[in-house]
Every structure is written in structure tokens, then in C-alpha cells.
């Protein structure tokens, strides 16, 4: 088995991982919504709101790929952003963490 | 003068109907959006609301088309939408509300 590889019990982990992070970051377009309809006032609100998911989910397509060989970077990108945290992703191989600790490294020194 | 020119008081007129009734569409969609955020219950709904935005802007870039060739046509859907009333075009002159009133009772056979 190649250190890439991932087992059961990862699937598993990553797989819920997922999922988590894509709740928080739907609540987190929720909790947007709601302020800016609370605070309709101009007639272009209701635009910009949809300027603003359109923009979101685009995002969102884009970042939440789940192939395994694509998952160090999505787990790293999705840590970077906030929807993650290091706790979310115990029980991965050491490996793969490490992957993903420098992939954020990486990522930030590129900023 | 050709009875489909458009005179200043009409211009006015037209304007402040074709502004309304935009008010009124945008205060209907703004409301639509308040129901559906207030009731958020499935990790959809937020594209949910964003494609029923999408559908509106679409239809709303086609319908509002501010040219006195199209004005008739727009001021009779937008009665048939039911974003308009007769009063709100009083001062036309009796051939465009006669065209008008034809342009709904065609539109209305057609359905």
C-alpha cells in the first residue's frame, strides 16, 4: 500500500471532513444572505445578492473536488480558509498530514 | 404627429409606469427571497435561491426594454404579470391603451 493510498478507516474521516467543512461554509453563505435581506434597501440589493452567490458557488464548485488525489490539497485549501481545523482531520496517516501542513506553507508564502 | 409617437406628458407618463412596475417586481422578488431565507432548512436551498434569482434577473433583462417601438407590448405583459393597472397608464392616448388592451386579450387567447 502506497503512502497515497487511503484506507478505510481515512475514507471515512475525510469523507465526514468534507462534508463538515462544506456545512460550515453553506451556513456561512446563509448567515450573508440573511444580513444583506435584512438590509434591503436599494432596488440593486436583490442583484448584488445574486452577484454575490453566483459568485460563492462558483467558488465553491471549484474548490470541493472530491478525488483522493485531490484531497491533500482541498483539505489544506479548506484549512487555509477556515472551514478546517487540524482536529477535523485526526486519524489521517502522518504522511498526509504532513502533505497538507506543507501545502499551506507553501500556499501562504505564495501569497 | 403618427398616432404611435410619443408625446412629453406621455414620455412621463411611461416612465413613471415603467419605473413602478419595476419597483413593484423587484418588491415581489425581495419578498419571495425573505420567505425562502426564513425558512432554510436544506444544504440546497441557498442554490436553490440563487437559481430562482437567476430565472428572475433573466426575465426581468428581457421584459424591461425601454424603447417606444416596445412599450406597448411591455406595458401589456406587465398588466398581464400584474405589476401594472390601467391607472397607472391614464393619460396615454385612447389608441395606445386600445393597443394595449389588444395586446393582452391576444397574449391571454394564445395561453
Known sequence: MSEWSWSKTEKKIARKAFDTAYLREI???E??????V??????NDVWDLHDYLTERRRDI????DYRY??????FARLMIDG???EED??????????????FIKLARSNR
Chains 1, 2 share one sequence.
Do not use: M, P, T
Open 83 to 85: 472551514y478546517l481545523k
Open 27 to 29: 451556513k456561512q453563505i
Open 31 to 36: 448567515e450573508e444572505v440573511k444580513k444583506r
Open 38 to 43: 435584512e438590509s434591503f434597501k436599494e432596488k
Open 69 to 74: 488525489s485531490q484531497l491533500i490539497w482541498v
Open 89 to 102: 482531520l485526526e486519524g489521517l496517516s502522518e504522511h498526509k498530514l504532513l502533505a497538507i501542513r506543507e
Open 61 to 64: 464548485d471549484r474548490k470541493y
